[in-house]
C-alpha cells in the first residue's frame, strides 16, 4: 500500500502539500482518481498565455486552456495575489470562477484595472488556478504555469507647465503666488527647479531670489511657490522679469508650455507736489526770497515741475523779478527750491503780494491707471512783501465819549499790516474821573496778528448812582522793546468823556396847599428824586387861576437853588 502512495506521487501533478492533504482527508477520492488516471486521461487546466500587459482603466482578460475534451462542465477558481500592484486601488479584486463548457477548450476571466489618475508606471499582481477537491474527484487537475503575471501598464509622461504665461502684481502685494499644473500625478512626490531672470526689475531690490526649489505632492497636479516683492516707497514705472520652469530629472516628468512666465510689477507709490509754505513773506529790503516745492515721495526718474508767477498787488518787474522756471526733480530728490528777485523801490507803500502756481511737466510715459506724480495743496502759494519803511501805530479815534455803566473800546490802528505780531501797551490816566470808582484802571497788553491792521483795548465805566458833571481820563499808548521798526504815531494819547446816565426829577411836595385869607402867609416846599455832586437852580412863577395877583395874594417869581 505504501508503495502505491509513492507511485501515485511521482505519476501526478500534485504538489507536496496537496498530496498529504488528500493523502489523509480524501482516501477515497485518491483511489477514484487513481482509478480515472489508469481508465481515463487526466484534465489539466493551465494558462494560455501566462503573462498579460493592459494599459490602466482597461479590463485584464486571462485565458485559461482544458487539455481534454469535456463531455460535462469544469469550473475553477482564480484567485488574485498582489505584488506592486494592490487593490482595491490598482485592480478589482478575486477570486475569479472560470468555466469551461462542454465541447470548449478555452474560457477566460477579467479582471478589471483602475484608473486612478496617478501616474505610476508598471504594476504587477499574479493569478493563481485553484482547483477544487471535487474537480480533481473528476480528473481535473492544475497544470503549468498555473500562474499567470499581469502587468499594469501606466507609463505615459506627465507634463508640468505654468499656469499661466504672464502675471501682474501691485508692489504693495508683499508677494506673489505662482501655480505649477501637470497633466497627471505620481505616486512620489519630485522636484521642480524654477530660476528667474532680470529684466527691468532687479533682484534684490524689487523682488527676492533666482532660484526657486518646489515639490510637486505625491498624488496632487498642482504645486505653487511664493516671490517675495519688496515694496520699497519709490514712484517707478512698471517693471518685469521672467521665470523658467527647468527641464525635469524625474522619468516620466517633462516640461511644456507655458514654460516661461513675465510677472509685470506695478507701483503703489503716487506723488504729490506741492509749495512746502501757502504763505512766504519776505521784507522789501530782504533782496530775495527762498521758496520750495516739495514731494510726498521719491522717484525712480527725472521729472519737471513748471512754476509761474500771476501779479496781485505786486507787479513783476518793479517790485519783483520772476520769468517762467523749470524745476527739475532729479532722481531720488523731494525737496527743490528756488530764488525769488525782490526789488527795492523805497517808495513808502502797502505790502504787496504775488502768486505762484505750478504745473507738473515731462514724466516718462506711465500706463494709464499706474500710480503717477500729481499737484496737491498748497499748489498756489503767495509771496507777500512787507514794505521796509517803518509802522506807525496810533490811537483812532482820538477823542471818545461813552455813558457811565458801558466800557469803551480804545482802538490802535497801524499804517500798514506788519509782517509778525506787533504789541502796544495802552495805560489808562486820571483827569476828572477817580480810577475805580469812574473807570476801570488797567494796563492793556494789545496784540496785533500780523497781516491785521488793528486792536482794541476794552475799560469799563462804572455807574455810581450819583448826578455829576461830565469826568474824563485819558489812555497812552506806548511800544514795548524788541520792535525797532514800529514806532508811536499821532495820535499816541487817547482822551475818554464819561457823561452821567442819571436824571433829577424836581416836584412839589403836595399838589395842593390851602390856607385862610386870615394866615396871611404860607409856606410851599420843592424836593428833588435824588441828590447832586452839584448845585443847581430851580425857577418858580405864579400863575393866576381864580385869585388875582396882587388884588387876592402876592408872589414874585424867584430862583431856588438845591
Same mark, same amino acid.
Given at each position: 500500500m505504501l508503495g502505491f502512495w509513492c507511485s501515485l506521487y511521482q505519476e501526478s501533478t500534485f504538489t507536496h502539500f496537496e498530496f498529504i492533504l488528500y493523502k489523509y482527508t480524501y482516501i477515497h477520492t485518491i483511489l477514484h482518481v487513481f482509478y480515472s488516471k489508469v481508465l481515463f486521461v487526466a484534465a489539466i487546466v493551465f494558462f494560455d498565455p501566462d503573462f498579460y500587459t493592459v494599459k490602466e482603466g482597461l479590463p485584464a482578460e486571462l485565458f485559461l486552456r482544458i487539455n481534454a475534451t469535456l463531455d460535462k462542465n469544469v469550473t475553477v477558481t482564480v484567485e488574485d495575489k498582489p505584488n506592486s500592484a494592490i487593490t482595491p486601488e490598482d485592480y478589482e479584486r478575486g477570486p475569479k470562477t472560470a468555466v469551461f463548457t462542454v465541447g470548449n477548450e478555452?474560457?477566460?476571466v477579467v479582471f478589471e484595472t483602475v484608473s486612478d489618475n496617478i501616474i505610476e508606471g508598471v504594476e504587477s499582481f499574479n493569478a493563481n488556478i485553484i482547483v477544487s477537491p471535487q474537480m480533481m474527484a473528476m480528473g481535473v487537475f492544475p497544470g503549468v504555469p498555473d500562474t499567470a503575471v499581469v502587468l499594469i501598464d501606466d507609463s505615459e509622461n506627465v507634463t508640468v507647465t505654468f499656469e499661466r504665461s504672464s502675471y501682474t502684481i501691485t508692489e504693495d502685494s508683499v508677494s506673489l503666488e505662482v501655480g505649477i499644473r501637470a497633466t497627471g500625478a505620481l505616486k512620489d512626490s519630485y522636484p521642480l527647479v524654477v530660476t528667474a531672470t532680470m529684466g527691468t526689475a532687479v533682484e534684490g531690490k524689487d523682488w527676492d531670489g533666482l532660484v526657486f526649489m518646489v515639490t510637486m505632492p505625491a498624488n496632487e497636479r498642482e504645486a505653487t511657490f511664493s516671490i517675495n516683492i519688496t515694496d520699497d516707497f519709490i514712484l517707478e514705472l512698471r517693471e518685469n522679469f521672467t521665470i523658467e520652469l527647468n527641464e525635469p530629472t524625474t522619468a516620466n516628468v517633462q516640461r511644456g508650455d507655458p514654460y516661461e512666465a513675465i510677472i509685470t510689477i506695478i507701483d503703489d507709490d503716487p506723488i504729490t507736489v506741492s509749495w512746502e509754505?501757502?504763505?512766504?513773506?519776505?521784507?522789501?529790503?530782504?533782496g530775495t526770497v527762498e521758496v520750495a516745492l516739495t514731494a510726498s515721495g521719491i522717484a525712480d526718474f527725472d521729472y519737471?515741475?513748471?512754476?509761474?508767477?500771476?501779479?496781485?498787488?505786486a507787479v513783476n518787474f518793479e517790485d519783483y523779478n520772476f520769468n517762467t522756471a523749470s524745476v527739475v526733480f532729479k532722481k531720488g530728490s523731494a525737496r527743490q527750491a528756488l530764488n525769488i528777485i525782490i526789488l527795492e523801490d523805497n517808495i513808502d507803500e502797502l505790502n504787496e503780494t504775488f502768486t505762484l502756481t505750478e504745473t507738473i511737466t515731462n514724466v516718462p510715459d506711465i500706463v494709464a491707471g499706474d500710480p503717477t506724480i500729481t499737484t496737491a495743496f498748497p499748489d498756489v502759494t503767495t509771496v507777500l512783501i512787507i514794505d521796509n519803511e517803518d509802522i506807525t501805530a496810533r490811537f483812532n479815534p482820538e477823542n471818545y465819549t461813552e455813558t457811565e455803566g458801558s466800557s469803551v473800546n480804545l482802538t490802535v490802528v497801524l499804517d500798514k499790516p506788519p509782517a509778525k505780531d506787533v504789541t502796544v501797551i495802552i495805560t489808562t490816566m486820571e483827569i476828572t474821573a477817580t480810577p475805580n470808582s469812574d473807570y476801570e484802571s488797567k494796563t492793556c497788553v494789545v496784540i496785533i496778528p500780523a497781516?491785521?491792521?488793528?486792536g482794541v483795548c476794552i475799560v469799563d465805566l462804572f455807574d455810581d448812582s450819583t448826578i455829576e458833571d461830565p469826568e474824563h481820563f485819558k489812555a497812552t499808548l506806548t511800544i514795548p522793546g524788541g520792535q525797532p521798526d514800529v514806532i508811536p504815531g499821532d495820535p499816541d494819547v487817547a482822551f475818554v468823556t464819561i457823561v452821567d446816565n442819571e436824571t433829577i426829577?424836581?416836584?412839589? !411836595?403836595? /399838589?395842593?396847599?390851602?390856607l385862610? !385869607?386870615? /394866615?396871611?402867609?404860607?409856606?410851599?416846599?420843592l424836593i428833588s428824586s435824588k441828590p447832586a455832586s452839584f448845585s443847581y437852580d430851580v425857577t418858580v412863577t405864579a400863575m393866576d387861576v381864580t385869585a388875582t395877583d396882587p388884588e387876592d395874594y402876592h408872589f414874585d417869581e424867584i430862583m431856588v437853588t438845591f
Amino acid at each position: 500500500m505504501l508503495g502505491f502512495w509513492c507511485s501515485l506521487y511521482q505519476e501526478s501533478t500534485f504538489t507536496h502539500f496537496e498530496f498529504i492533504l488528500y493523502k489523509y482527508t480524501y482516501i477515497h477520492t485518491i483511489l477514484h482518481v487513481f482509478y480515472s488516471k489508469v481508465l481515463f486521461v487526466a484534465a489539466i487546466v493551465f494558462f494560455d498565455p501566462d503573462f498579460y500587459t493592459v494599459k490602466e482603466g482597461l479590463p485584464a482578460e486571462l485565458f485559461l486552456r482544458i487539455n481534454a475534451t469535456l463531455d460535462k462542465n469544469v469550473t475553477v477558481t482564480v484567485e488574485d495575489k498582489p505584488n506592486s500592484a494592490i487593490t482595491p486601488e490598482d485592480y478589482e479584486r478575486g477570486p475569479k470562477t472560470a468555466v469551461f463548457t462542454v465541447g470548449n477548450e478555452m474560457t477566460s476571466v477579467v479582471f478589471e484595472t483602475v484608473s486612478d489618475n496617478i501616474i505610476e508606471g508598471v504594476e504587477s499582481f499574479n493569478a493563481n488556478i485553484i482547483v477544487s477537491p471535487q474537480m480533481m474527484a473528476m480528473g481535473v487537475f492544475p497544470g503549468v504555469p498555473d500562474t499567470a503575471v499581469v502587468l499594469i501598464d501606466d507609463s505615459e509622461n506627465v507634463t508640468v507647465t505654468f499656469e499661466r504665461s504672464s502675471y501682474t502684481i501691485t508692489e504693495d502685494s508683499v508677494s506673489l503666488e505662482v501655480g505649477i499644473r501637470a497633466t497627471g500625478a505620481l505616486k512620489d512626490s519630485y522636484p521642480l527647479v524654477v530660476t528667474a531672470t532680470m529684466g527691468t526689475a532687479v533682484e534684490g531690490k524689487d523682488w527676492d531670489g533666482l532660484v526657486f526649489m518646489v515639490t510637486m505632492p505625491a498624488n496632487e497636479r498642482e504645486a505653487t511657490f511664493s516671490i517675495n516683492i519688496t515694496d520699497d516707497f519709490i514712484l517707478e514705472l512698471r517693471e518685469n522679469f521672467t521665470i523658467e520652469l527647468n527641464e525635469p530629472t524625474t522619468a516620466n516628468v517633462q516640461r511644456g508650455d507655458p514654460y516661461e512666465a513675465i510677472i509685470t510689477i506695478i507701483d503703489d507709490d503716487p506723488i504729490t507736489v506741492s509749495w512746502e509754505d501757502v504763505l512766504y513773506i519776505v521784507d522789501e529790503a530782504d533782496g530775495t526770497v527762498e521758496v520750495a516745492l516739495t514731494a510726498s515721495g521719491i522717484a525712480d526718474f527725472d521729472y519737471n515741475v513748471t512754476v509761474e508767477s500771476m501779479d496781485v498787488e505786486a507787479v513783476n518787474f518793479e517790485d519783483y523779478n520772476f520769468n517762467t522756471a523749470s524745476v527739475v526733480f532729479k532722481k531720488g530728490s523731494a525737496r527743490q527750491a528756488l530764488n525769488i528777485i525782490i526789488l527795492e523801490d523805497n517808495i513808502d507803500e502797502l505790502n504787496e503780494t504775488f502768486t505762484l502756481t505750478e504745473t507738473i511737466t515731462n514724466v516718462p510715459d506711465i500706463v494709464a491707471g499706474d500710480p503717477t506724480i500729481t499737484t496737491a495743496f498748497p499748489d498756489v502759494t503767495t509771496v507777500l512783501i512787507i514794505d521796509n519803511e517803518d509802522i506807525t501805530a496810533r490811537f483812532n479815534p482820538e477823542n471818545y465819549t461813552e455813558t457811565e455803566g458801558s466800557s469803551v473800546n480804545l482802538t490802535v490802528v497801524l499804517d500798514k499790516p506788519p509782517a509778525k505780531d506787533v504789541t502796544v501797551i495802552i495805560t489808562t490816566m486820571e483827569i476828572t474821573a477817580t480810577p475805580n470808582s469812574d473807570y476801570e484802571s488797567k494796563t492793556c497788553v494789545v496784540i496785533i496778528p500780523a497781516e491785521m491792521l488793528s486792536g482794541v483795548c476794552i475799560v469799563d465805566l462804572f455807574d455810581d448812582s450819583t448826578i455829576e458833571d461830565p469826568e474824563h481820563f485819558k489812555a497812552t499808548l506806548t511800544i514795548p522793546g524788541g520792535q525797532p521798526d514800529v514806532i508811536p504815531g499821532d495820535p499816541d494819547v487817547a482822551f475818554v468823556t464819561i457823561v452821567d446816565n442819571e436824571t433829577i426829577l424836581v416836584r412839589w !411836595e403836595q /399838589d395842593m396847599y390851602m390856607l385862610s !385869607e386870615a /394866615d396871611e402867609s404860607i409856606n410851599v416846599t420843592l424836593i428833588s428824586s435824588k441828590p447832586a455832586s452839584f448845585s443847581y437852580d430851580v425857577t418858580v412863577t405864579a400863575m393866576d387861576v381864580t385869585a388875582t395877583d396882587p388884588e387876592d395874594y402876592h408872589f414874585d417869581e424867584i430862583m431856588v437853588t438845591f
